[in-house]
């Protein structure tokens, strides 16, 4: 995004944090994601990274009757400095847990790599 925003925000400290303990992942339901490309990336160069994601995924069979949804989207010029590309992918399981990954592109990867 292009930025460039100013955030005010107080915040009180607690007294002590206390560990996550995750005893049951639960089992994916479903994937969701979003491929962001902008400046001299077009949709063309999103949608390989994200055939490359979905062949990762669906090579597993853990994943093969899992709906998943990944969509494209072109930042305009107004909404983002430069050029730059990346893939964020959350998995939503039966006990509410959301997994999330994310990759962006940089300079000498393939874009299969990225997915």
């Known amino acids: 995004p292009k930025g460039g ?12 944090l206390h ?8 089992d994916v339901e479903r994937v ?17 990274m994200v055939d490359s994601a979905l062949g990762e995924l669906r090579g597993s069979k853990d994943f093969h009757h899992i ?4 969509q494209v989207v072109r930042e305009t010029p107004r909404t983002a400095y430069g ?14 847990c959301l997994l999330e ?5 940089t300079r000498g990867m393939t874009v299969e790599s990225v997915g």
């Open 83 to 96: 050029d730059g590309a990346g893939l964020i992918m959350v998995a939503r399981t039966s006990t509410g």
């Open 101 to 105: 990954g994310a990759a962006p592109y």
């Open 32 to 48: 969701d994601g979003i491929c962001f490309v902008a400046g001299k990336f077009d949709t063309k160069f999103g949608q390989r």
């Open 19 to 26: 560990p996550l303990t995750l005893m049951d992942r639960g």
């Open 67 to 70: 709906p998943i949804d990944v």
């Open 5 to 16: 925003g100013i955030v005010h925000f107080n915040v009180s400290p607690l007294a002590s």
